[in-house]
């Protein structure tokens, strides 16, 4: 088993926990390709699918006073959510094996909720997210890569605005090194979204990168890719 981030914490996240319902449905619903569904003529029941296959990812209801979400989990990390949360329990009325619920009571940061909801949605997708994220794990330390690298080692050169996008929502930023990913011109993220103005510049330069100017040598620090793989 590869290793994993731990959680942000065990219990009490306070005010960055607080996620509702209908943050959890946005929050599914601005992956590409997916629409709410109401089945069973019973508005409590919301869930998320993927178009084309129908596939749910995100099942929400109300139980016991909570708001719970079904998410489908990947075998080797379903314990891991279960035994670092204890409102993360076997899926209800689903495959325990496969499905985790989580119980919305103001336990869970809402950064490893999204996280899941996003593990989730993975788990029903070959999507274009998926391979820009196993594409950004591919940058080797002490390099970057441009945003049209990645969407051409993810398969597709034309996607490079859907790199940022997927990047802005990295669900695992300790496993998806989104830091080493710069512009065509070698400049950093303006406002990097895990943590802020800095923060990237200070993560390349741990990495050996030199950072002048919130820019990156490109000659220097770029990586060079041949026939879909990059070269050493």
């Given at each position: 088993?590869?290793?994993?981030?731990?959680?942000?914490?065990?219990?009490?996240?306070?005010?960055?926990?607080?996620?509702t319902r209908e943050e959890a449905l946005a929050y599914g619903l601005s992956f590409p390709g997916t629409y709410k569904e109401t089945p069973f003529r019973d508005t409590n029941w919301q869930l998320v699918r993927v178009k084309g296959s129908k596939k749910a990812f995100l099942w929400t209801y109300e139980r016991e006073?909570?708001?719970?979400?079904?998410?489908?989990?990947?075998?080797?990390?379903?314990d891991f959510w279960r035994s670092a949360y204890p409102a993360v329990i076997p899926g209800w009325h689903q495959?325990?094996?496969?499905?985790?619920?989580i119980i919305l009571d103001g336990s869970i940061p809402a950064v490893d909720i999204k996280r899941m909801i996003a593990e989730s949605y993975d788990l029903v997708t070959d999507s274009p997210t998926k391979r820009i994220y196993e594409a950004a794990k591919k940058i080797p330390r002490g390099k970057v890569a441009t945003y049209g690298q990645v969407a051409e080692l993810a398969g597709d050169k034309k996607m490079a605005r859907a790199v940022g996008n997927a990047l802005h929502k990295n669900p695992d930023p300790a496993e998806i090194p989104c830091y080493r990913v710069v512009n065509a011109k070698g400049e950093?993220?303006?406002?990097?979204?895990?943590?802020?103005?800095?923060r990237q510049a200070d993560l390349l330069r741990a990495d050996g990168i030199?950072?002048?100017?919130?820019?990156?040598?490109?000659?220097?620090?770029g990586i060079c890719i041949r026939d879909g793989v990059i070269l050493e």
């Open positions: 088993m590869k290793k994993r981030q731990e959680p942000h914490t065990k219990q009490g996240g306070g005010k960055d926990s607080i996620i006073g909570y708001i719970n979400l079904n998410v489908k989990v990947d075998p080797q990390w379903r495959n325990k094996e496969h499905w985790n619920t950093l993220a303006g406002a990097f979204a895990f943590g802020g103005a800095g030199v950072v002048v100017d919130d820019r990156v040598d490109l000659k220097q620090f």
